[in-house]
């Protein structure tokens, strides 16, 4: 599982290994950096170029990306949404399904509450994955965040939708 924390400057992007009820593992976690001073086309295509090869690299089976949601900063919303419609055109060219989580629910996931904090969330996923260091920056520890709640319930919601497709109830 793919998890990326989409934004111009820093994308997050966390490889997760597991099911629902067994133990999670960290396979990666990188954040991919952009310069402000460049423009924005050529920053696309570093984000571009940096997500084909993870997902060239890992083969995930899903993709899970944070969704956009208002913030006070237009600028910060519109890369943020940039750098989201990229993600899911490097997933939807070869097949993959992209799942959009919002930040509550992804907080809630592993934390058990919507209005955790950052440094909360970077604990759940740092204890979540057994990991030594809480995995740094922000952007790393969501984007693994991103990748335990699509496991934990993304996972299991496209196995009931298809459940029920299957049956002929949708």
């Known amino acids: 599982m793919l998890g990326i924390d989409p934004g111009l400057t820093r994308c997050g992007m966390g490889v997760v290994d597991g099911d629902v009820g067994r133990p999670l593992t960290m396979v990666d976690v990188n954040v991919l950096r952009t310069s402000a001073s460049e423009p924005v086309p050529i920053r696309l295509v570093t984000i571009e170029k940096g997500v084909d090869a993870w997902i060239e690299e890992f083969q995930p089976d899903a ?59 970077t604990a759940m ?15 790393a520890a969501d984007a693994l965040a991103l990748a335990i709640t699509h496991i934990w319930r993304g996972g299991a919601q496209s196995r009931i939708e298809a459940a029920l497709l299957k049956a002929g109830k949708r």
């Open 63 to 121: 993709v899970a990306i944070e969704r956009v949601f208002a913030r006070s900063d237009v600028s910060t919303v519109m890369g943020t949404a940039q750098a989201s419609g990229i993600a899911m055109v490097c997933a939807a060219r070869r097949g993959i399904p992209v799942a959009l989580h919002t930040p509550s629910e992804v907080k809630a996931a592993v934390s058990g509450s919507g209005r955790a904090d950052k440094a909360q969330v």
């Open 125 to 139: 996923v740092t204890r979540i994955l057994r990991l030594s260091a809480p995995p740094k920056p922000a952007d």
